[in-house]
């Protein structure tokens, strides 16, 4: 009966209205941002525009698919065999959306520490574009082992609609910060995520690689070193560019990488740590092979 209880949650409760309201409101300022370009000519790559969409809509369909309750299904072990539980009040969602963000920041930050996470989070950053469009740029891939790292969450108490629904506000919130039309807020870039904090967040600048992973707050960022402000102009896109916009090259392509890293590798020790390890690494033999 509970599990059923927490399942109807999801249509039930209060807050899913401020998810969709927060939903259409995205959908609402990216189509103001598109009129605005082509009213002001402002110089933007369409077909990365396009691209970015069609991505945003196949990932619409996955969500409304069975793969949409991967999640909560997987958390719910964990939320059976903990003793913990924290009753759902307004203070416990303030509290659940800070843990969600603490979450939100290692989750990210390991996803561009390790490569099997990289191979699906490179999606977002792989265009040299900046606008609100790219903030529809997400992998289909990630939906599937994210939830693995709300499972802390779960254990000190929270249940899975609330663990879940924080970590979609801390995503929903983002949506805004991708755009260039803001500039600087002042002391708002040194609490919160804001577009100036995100814009070097997608830099592949040397000085903007691997900075700024908050989701909501720059607390974290601040406390664990990876904390950089925009000084300098941002060179959006990845260190090595793909040079599509095919939406199944741009979803796949690093896996394909990936693959082919993990074929060359002699022994399992290798293998394992191809798929885990840093993404610049590579056994020695590689260099003396030719590609």
């Not at 803001?182 to 903007?208: A, M």
Request: with cysteine; glycine share 6%; aromatic share 16%.
């Amino acid at each position: 009966m509970l599990i059923e209880y927490l399942a109807s949650l999801f249509e039930t409760h209060p807050i899913m209205l401020v998810v969709a309201s927060l939903f259409i409101t995205n959908l609402s300022i990216t189509g103001c941002e598109i009129i605005l370009d082509i009213l002001t000519e402002k110089e933007r790559r369409w077909k990365d525009t396009v691209a970015n969409c069609v991505i945003f809509l196949t990932h619409q369909v996955v969500e409304k698919t069975a793969f949409a309750s991967i999640a909560f299904v997987a958390l719910l072990p964990f939320f059976i065999i903990t003793p913990l539980h924290i009753k759902m009040t307004g203070w416990t969602w303030v509290l659940a959306i800070l843990v969600a963000d603490f979450t939100y920041y290692w989750m990210h930050r390991f996803e561009h520490k390790h490569r099997v996470l990289w191979a699906s989070h490179n999606v977002h950053h792989s265009s040299v574009d900046y606008n609100l469009t790219v903030g529809f740029r997400l992998s289909l891939v990630e939906g599937f082992f994210e939830w693995i790292f709300l499972v802390p969450m779960i254990l000190i108490g929270f249940n899975p609609f609330q663990a879940l629904v924080a970590l979609v506000l801390i995503a929903q919130y983002q949506h805004w910060i991708h755009t260039e039309y803001i500039g600087k807020l002042g002391w708002l870039d040194e609490v919160f995520n804001t577009p100036s904090v995100h814009r070097v967040h997608h830099g592949s600048n040397k000085q903007y690689l691997d900075k700024n992973y908050g989701g909501v707050m720059m607390i974290w960022d601040k406390l664990f070193g990876t904390f950089e402000r925009e000084n300098k102009k941002v060179s959006y896109g990845l260190v090595n560019e793909i040079n599509t916009n095919n939406p199944i090259k741009i979803i796949f392509i690093e896996f394909g990488y990936l693959w082919g890293d993990f074929k060359k590798c002699r022994n399992n020790q290798d293998r394992i740590k191809t798929i885990f390890g840093g993404l610049s690494w590579r056994p020695d033999y590689f260099l003396n092979e030719k590609s």
